[in-house]
C-alpha cells in the first residue's frame, strides 16, 4: 500500500526547543518538499529535495533544516530560530508534475 | 505579492447543481495548473491538473477550463455533492515539470448545502 507517511500526527514543542517531524514515501520518488499551512493561508514551500543528498530552499526556509539521506526520508527540523513554528505542516513527493501530499503534522509551541 | 489567488473564501451551493471555483494567476511562466481538494487537519488530495496548452480537462464529475489571455481558471463540479464540501487549492507550477515546488492560492471554501 504505496503512500506518504507523517508523524506524528500532533507535536507540541517548548519555546526554544528543535523539534523534528518525520516523512516517508514508499512511492519511489525522486522529488520531496516541505510546505507549511497557516490558518486561512496557501501552502507555502519551505524545502526541497530533488534527489538523495540535495536540497533546495523555498519561499521560507529561515528557521528550519532538513536532510535527504535516503530516498525514502526527508525529515524536517524546525529549530528554536523559526519566530513563528506552530502551523500545520505538509510533506509532498512528485510524479511528474503532481504533487502527493501526506497527512501532515500540526506542530503548536507552548 | 500573491502570484495565485483565489479570491472568494468560501462558496455555498446547493446539492445537485454546478459549484464553479475560480483562481487567477500573475506569473506568465506557470505552464501546469493543479487543483486540490482539503478537508481539515489532512494533506491536500489531487483533484485534476491542466497544462498550460490545453484549454480544458475533464475527469468524472470535475472539469478544469483554462483562459491562458485572462490567466484565468475555474474548476467546475456537477453535480455537486455533499462530499464536496471542504477547502480547495489552486495550484501553479513555473515550469522544468514542476521541479521547484508548486504556487498555491489561499484556498475557497465550498460548502455544499442539501
Known amino acids: 500500500d504505496g503512500g506518504i507517511t507523517q508523524s506524528p500526527k500532533y507535536l507540541f514543542r517548548k519555546e526554544g526547543q528543535n523539534v523534528t517531524l518525520s516523512c516517508e514515501q514508499n512511492l519511489n520518488h525522486d522529488a520531496m518538499y516541505w510546505y507549511r499551512q497557516d490558518p486561512g493561508q496557501g501552502l507555502r514551500l519551505i524545502y526541497y529535495?530533488?534527489?538523495?543528498?540535495?536540497?533546495q530552499k523555498g519561499d521560507i526556509a529561515e528557521g528550519y533544516s532538513v536532510s535527504r539521506e535516503k530516498k525514502e526520508s526527508f525529515p524536517l527540523t524546525v529549530t528554536s530560530a523559526q519566530k513563528n513554528p506552530t502551523a500545520f505542516y505538509l510533506c509532498?513527493?512528485?510524479?511528474?508534475?503532481?504533487?502527493?501530499f501526506g497527512p501532515g503534522t500540526r506542530l503548536t509551541v507552548l | 505579492d500573491q502570484q495565485v489567488k483565489q479570491n472568494s473564501p468560501s462558496l455555498s451551493v446547493q446539492e445537485g447543481r454546478i459549484s464553479i471555483l475560480n483562481c487567477d494567476y500573475t506569473n506568465s511562466m506557470f505552464d501546469y495548473f493543479l487543483w486540490y481538494k482539503k478537508y481539515p487537519a489532512e494533506g491536500p488530495t489531487f483533484l485534476i491538473s491542466i497544462s498550460s496548452i490545453k484549454d480544458k480537462n475533464e475527469d468524472g464529475r470535475f472539469t478544469v477550463f483554462l483562459n491562458k489571455s485572462a490567466k484565468h481558471l475555474s474548476l467546475h463540479i456537477v453535480p455537486s455533492q455533499p462530499g464536496d464540501s471542504a477547502v480547495y487549492f489552486c495550484a501553479a507550477s513555473p515550469g522544468r515539470g514542476g521541479a521547484d515546488g508548486l504556487t498555491f492560492g489561499k484556498g475557497t471554501h465550498l460548502i455544499i448545502q442539501p
Open positions: 509532498a513527493s512528485r510524479a511528474g508534475v503532481t504533487q502527493y
Open positions: 529535495s530533488q534527489i538523495v543528498n540535495d536540497f
